[in-house]
């Protein structure tokens, strides 16, 4: 069983609230899941961290030239990160974040 840490934005524009209503009810499919922090949630999966990452993805509404997302493996330094960065300070200072 895996536990991931998801930080994400969504971009505020007409489409935001139907955007972020997918992203999170895909996050929320997971077995168990946190979220009282804000654009952070925790859960806990049996998916291997590259699909989890296609599934939050492509089974939401979510647009990576607007939205962006990063994916912490809790217990591996491995994680994955979606979305337009221009701060490149992230794969800096977490070198096991593979862009997808």
């Known amino acids: ?3 991931y840490m998801v930080n994400f934005r969504i971009e505020s524009d007409k ?10 009810d895909q996050l929320k499919a997971s077995s168990a ?5 804000t654009s952070f949630v925790v ?3 049996t998916e291997e ?9 492509y089974k939401s509404d979510f647009d ?7 994916v912490l493996d809790a217990y591996a330094q491995d994680g ?8 490149r300070d ?11």
């Open 33 to 37: 899941w946190w979220d009282e922090n």
């Open 49 to 57: 961290i590259d699909d989890f990452c296609y599934r939050i993805y």
């Open 43 to 45: 859960v806990q999966t």
């Open 64 to 70: 990576s030239s607007k939205d962006k997302f990063v």
């Open 15 to 24: 489409t935001y609230g139907e955007r972020y209503k997918t992203f999170t």
């Open 1 to 3: 069983m895996a536990v």
């Open 80 to 87: 994955r990160a979606l979305g337009q960065y221009d701060d």
């Open 90 to 100: 992230l794969f800096k200072l977490l070198p096991f974040v593979k862009e997808m």
